[in-house]
């Protein structure tokens, strides 16, 4: 593919997110982008002379097509369960609008479409959460982009505003899995979410194509230096 150094223009959504927060500020530090444009329903608390953004409303996605012009779309959008209150309004968010971004994505002719979905992500699962991050990715992965890469974490490490017990509680069993078993449980360990967002720039950049998927221990590799809370 064709694309000057420093002519990227990225499609960012979750940017207020865990992962999304780090991704845009891996992004605007990139030489390979000249302009980041985070879509969100709120603002970022920071401006940067290569940061747009554009707060839109998400059951009216099209209204911010126009906007949606660019190389790569980075996806980091979701909510909890808790959060969402019902399995519906989970599935609103975490599959619809998720599907509706990378639809008009790629009507806008964006090549590269970068997705955070989860470890265990399987449309066969029995688990409702696995199953909609697996509908999810067979939906993304034919829809005919350039290249999609689908990075799949195992729990995320990281600080939040919010406080997610079973997570917080989740992460510390795995960790204590992981010390004990090593390498073996690599795949299930915790991962900082700055290594997951580190992982998905340098991914863009080696601008491969076709359908790539990336587990938890392998996004661990990619991030090497970023593979550490901070
Ligand atoms: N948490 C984990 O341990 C874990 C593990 C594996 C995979 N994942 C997946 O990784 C992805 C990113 O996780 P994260 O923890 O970084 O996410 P997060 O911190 O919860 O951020 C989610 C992003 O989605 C946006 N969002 C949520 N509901 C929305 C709505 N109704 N309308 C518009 N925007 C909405 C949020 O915007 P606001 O800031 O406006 O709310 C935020 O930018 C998710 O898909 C998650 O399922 C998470």
Not at 153 to 179: Q, T, V, W
Request: aromatic share 10%; charged share 20%; proline share 1%.
């Amino acid at each position: 593919m064709n694309i000057n150094k420093s002519s990227k223009v990225a499609l960012v959504f979750g940017g207020t997110g865990l992962i999304g927060g780090h991704l845009v500020k891996f992004l605007l530090s990139n030489s390979a982008y000249q302009e980041i444009r985070v879509f969100g329903r709120r603002l970022l608390s920071f401006e940067h002379p290569k940061l747009r953004q554009i707060v839109c409303d998400f059951d009216d996605l099209m209204s911010a097509t126009d906007e949606m012009q660019g190389h790569d779309v980075f996806i980091c959008l979701g909510t909890t369960m808790a959060k969402a209150g019902s399995k519906e309004a989970f599935y609103k968010v975490d599959h619809d609008y998720v599907v509706q971004v990378a639809e008009i994505s790629k009507a806008q002719n964006v090549t590269q479409l970068l997705l955070v979905s989860s470890i265990g992500a399987d449309e066969t699962s029995r688990f409702f959460y696995n199953k909609v991050k697996g509908q999810v990715e067979n939906k993304l992965r034919s829809m005919g982009f350039w290249s999609v890469h689908i990075f799949r974490p195992s729990i995320l490490l990281g600080e939040r505003n919010e406080s997610r017990f079973g997570e917080s509680f989740a992460a510390f069993l795995m960790k204590g899995i992981s010390a004990i078993s090593g390498k073996i449980f690599k795949k299930y360990s915790p991962i900082a979410s700055q290594a997951v967002a580190a992982a998905m720039v340098q991914v863009a950049n080696r601008l491969e194509s076709g359908v790539h998927i990336y587990e938890s221990d392998v996004i661990h590799d990619i991030a090497g230096q970023y593979d550490k809370v901070s």
